[in-house]
């Protein structure tokens, strides 16, 4: 990967933000756009806006072809076995609620399980939260080791009879945990249970073969993966999807309608009620070109190589505390002494730099790190090591800044 020719791709990228130039350490939030994907929404609005499915006219077949096209392009890069288990959402967390709600609630009885981990993003916890309440279903936690992974003995431990429905991150957004979904999905099928996978954080830096995979379910988002906000995807077994009842309803995926009853069309549009988000799957659909181009096992081994050489940097930083296991995906999160992650977060903003703070949507997990609060640097095909470096240099200067000492 010549990353240098890469950054070349994303205009932003090219700037300055207080004086200084951009480091944008934040691409686990959302991700840059590059020019192909930018000119192809642009293409879309400019050329043919239509509505798809509906007209026979010339701009409306093409605007067709472009939506199923790019829903052609998610099949192959995530390895589903047909277009029919390709479901467009508005991104991870409508996908998530969406099987939650039409599955969950329709499967899930007063005793059964469901079994997270205290790693989850809250989109991939709170809807399970409502099921629950809804059906009488219990809540339970595979616990997590002192490095921040899971053992596949305890998720082996945790699964009951009982246990119906087990959803859990492929990637922690937080400690960049990489789950041993495979592995984990075996011992889900043993007990007859289905297991829902959060791949927002896998889909744009992995190699994901959702049938190798062995998910019955799995939810991304485009904004993470060079491409648009508000498009997303949820793949799920078509015998699963075909059981489903629609999570909206309305115009497009109808069948029938007569005064008092109504039909559903075939997989996939009877989970898509309403004009898509066409625009933005012709984007998802640039998207997945470009990262293709490059490789994704390029981007994953370029991001190995960032993670291991910041984890390094910022450890010769005193009183800085990094979370998380050795094997990690492209991201640190970390917290300075009694200093605020969002102090922290201002004084490299000043710096030009990027870095996210808070509880990242994942409170559960910060009570189990005993904070309420981090910083998290996250990084993507474009960052580079001297980012890196400026990184390191601009903690020095926060660390300088509230008085404490190397």
Not at 115 to 127: F, G, K, R, S, Y
Not at 144 to 154: N, S
Not at 171 to 188: D, M, R
């Amino acid at each position: 990967m010549n990353i240098s020719d890469i950054r070349k791709h994303f205009p932003i990228l090219d700037q300055e933000v207080n004086g200084h130039p951009l480091v944008y350490l934040d691409s686990a939030a959302t991700s840059q756009k590059p020019i192909s994907v930018i000119e192809a929404i642009d293409r879309y609005y400019r050329e043919y806006n239509s509505n798809v499915h509906r007209g026979v006219h010339t701009l409306g077949t093409k605007a067709t072809d472009g939506y199923e096209g790019a829903r052609e392009k998610v099949r192959r890069f995530i390895g589903a076995a047909s277009t029919e288990e390709v479901i467009f959402t508005r991104g991870t967390t409508t996908a998530i609620n969406m099987v939650a709600h039409s599955y969950g609630r329709a499967n899930l009885s007063e005793g059964d399980e469901i079994l997270l981990t205290p790693m989850e993003h809250h989109a991939n916890l709170i809807p399970w939260q409502q099921a629950a309440k809804a059906t009488g279903a219990v809540l339970k936690y595979v616990p997590m080791q002192p490095d921040g992974t899971i053992c596949l003995e305890d998720v082996k431990e945790m699964i009951t009879p009982q246990t119906k429905i087990v959803a859990m991150a492929h990637v922690s957004n937080v400690l960049g945990t990489i789950n041993p979904i495979k592995e984990v999905a075996e011992v889900v099928h043993q007990q007859d249970a289905i297991l829902l996978v959060d791949g927002a954080q896998s889909t744009p830096h992995l190699s994901v073969n959702v049938t190798d995979l062995g998910a019955d379910f799995y939810a991304f988002s485009g904004h993470k993966m060079v491409g648009p906000t508000g498009i997303g995807v949820l793949y799920g077994k078509k015998e699963l999807l075909e059981n489903m009842e629609p999570f909206e309803t309305g115009g497009e995926m109808i069948d029938f309608v007569d005064y008092y009853d109504a039909s559903w069309k075939e997989l996939p549009w009877k989970l898509e009620a309403g004009t898509p988000v066409i625009a933005g799957a012709i984007g998802l659909g640039a998207a997945i070109d470009f990262l293709n181009d490059i490789g994704m096992e390029n981007i994953h081994a370029h991001e190995e190589e960032l993670a291991d050489y910041a984890q390094q940097a910022l450890s010769e930083i005193g009183d800085l505390t990094i979370y998380g296991p050795k094997e990690r995906a492209g991201l640190v999160t970390f917290n300075m002494g009694d200093v605020h992650p969002h102090d922290v977060a201002t004084v490299l903003d000043a710096e030009g730099i990027a870095v996210r703070a808070g509880h990242h949507c994942a409170q559960p997990l910060m009570k189990w790190l005993g904070v309420s609060a981090t910083a998290r640097a996250s990084f993507y095909l474009y960052n580079t090591k001297e980012e890196i470096d400026a990184l390191a240099a601009g903690l020095k200067k926060t660390k300088e800044y509230f008085g404490h000492v190397f």
